[in-house]
């Protein structure tokens, strides 16, 4: 070893090792002040007058407390340690998603935004749940506007079909000779084994890109449900022409949304409830974009559809607690999903305190959207 240029190198090593610890010093004095002065708050998105980026404090230890020590013996809300476990690796950086001038990241799904909740286990049990408690409140699986008088050879898809629950629920109203095939563009959520019977198939497919041939007027009947921070505005009509274009003439296209988005508030201060600091986030940062919800008719006829039915009502009152509690395990997802450490932080704080809320009998609020169209038997 040339021991002249090792030892030339240890003032170099002093020096840089003294640097950083005055540096370290700078920071455990100036640290506070940093963080008031928000210089680590990075997101690149457009904020509502009344909030400003100080919004998203880092919690300090312990942030909340409740203040009557619940009798369940449930701990007191910790923030986690920020972990990059639980962060979906196809979330893309949440600049990216919502930064105002963001780029269009691939032409074709005209900015629509990554998907933000889980696919594991428990996100497949919340979906399942949501499944049932949709059919319990709804009373059916198919609106009885569609009328289904020959059932013998049917042909259904269910886009973004999930579990592919809804299908293979709808497969026992009908005959061993119709055919039911479920599309999503994630197979994570499908069963490993063919447990929904012969004829229902589940395959991947993305329904905001072009569609394969095999797919193209093949349907008397293709459902959706639940694209509510998957579609944007922009991209929403892209999803409804290529729904279309699945539909034999004469099929029909049911769509099944909820809206609690826009029963959120629009402004929040730090000084409101959690859960409404929670949906002030939801409506405003998380899923801005979304007024097609309220719009899904307008969007049928501009495919060509001539729409049969729309209504929206609130779920049946039973099962409003059980849903709220659905919701609060999609939130608890979508927390995973964010990047940026302040922002997570920020939401699980209040999440959790929503959680708290909801013990107590709070519930969310929203509506349930259907909306049925069919296509001209003959192409005008
Ligand atoms: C909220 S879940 C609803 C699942 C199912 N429709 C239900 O009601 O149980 C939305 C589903 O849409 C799927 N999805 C997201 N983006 C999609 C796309 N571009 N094309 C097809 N499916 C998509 C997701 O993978 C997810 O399974």
């Not at 090593?13 to 928000?38: D, E, F, H, M, Q």
């Not at 069963?191 to 569609?211: A, M, Q, W």
């Not at 459902?223 to 004469?250: C, E, T, W």
């Amino acid at each position: 070893m040339d021991r002249s240029r090792t030892q030339s190198r240890r003032p170099l090593i002093k020096c840089t090792v003294s640097v950083t610890a005055i540096w370290r010093a700078y920071r455990a004095i100036l640290g506070n002040s940093l963080s008031r002065l928000n210089l680590r708050y990075q997101t690149t998105v457009s904020v509502p007058h009344n909030i400003d980026a100080a919004f998203f404090p880092k919690p300090t230890h312990s942030p909340y407390q409740p203040e009557t020590p619940s009798k369940m013996g449930v701990p007191a809300y910790q923030p986690e340690t920020p972990s990059k476990k639980g962060v979906p690796l196809s979330r893309a950086p949440i600049e990216k998603e919502t930064s105002v001038e963001k780029e269009t990241l691939d032409a074709e799904l005209s900015n629509n935004p990554p998907y933000m909740l889980g696919r594991d286990y428990q996100a497949s049990a919340r979906l399942a749940l949501l499944h049932c408690l949709n059919h319990a409140s709804n009373g059916f699986l198919l609106h009885p506007s569609i009328p289904l008088a020959n059932r013998e050879n049917l042909r259904v898809a269910d886009v973004g079909c999930g579990t592919g629950l809804w299908l293979a629920s709808l497969a026992r109203e009908m005959p061993a000779s119709a055919r039911l095939d479920g599309f999503d563009i994630s197979d994570q959520q499908f069963p490993r084994e063919n447990i929904y019977g012969d004829n229902v198939s589940l395959s991947t497919l993305d329904i905001f890109k072009p569609l394969p041939r095999h797919v193209l007027a093949k349907y008397d009947v293709v459902h959706i449900r639940y694209f509510m921070g998957i579609a944007v505005n922009d991209s929403v009509q892209i999803a409804m022409d290529n729904l279309n274009a699945m539909l034999k003439p004469g099929g029909y296209l049911q769509w099944d949304e909820e809206d609690s988005l826009s029963k959120m508030p629009v402004f929040a201060s730090k000084t409101d409830a959690a859960q409404a600091q929670l949906r002030w986030y939801i409506r405003n940062r998380l899923w801005p974009n979304t007024e097609w919800i309220n719009n899904i008719p307008a969007h049928f006829q501009q495919s060509g559809l001539h729409v049969i039915h729309h209504s929206s009502h609130p779920p049946l009152p039973l099962y409003r607690k059980p849903w709220t509690e659905d919701f609060l395990l999609a939130y608890a997802e979508v927390a995973n999903s964010l990047e940026n450490e302040n922002e997570r932080l920020w939401f699980q704080d209040m999440h959790a305190r929503t959680v708290r809320d909801a013990a107590n009998g709070w519930n969310l609020d929203w509506e349930l959207i259907i909306c049925v169209g069919r296509k001209a038997v003959v192409a005008a």
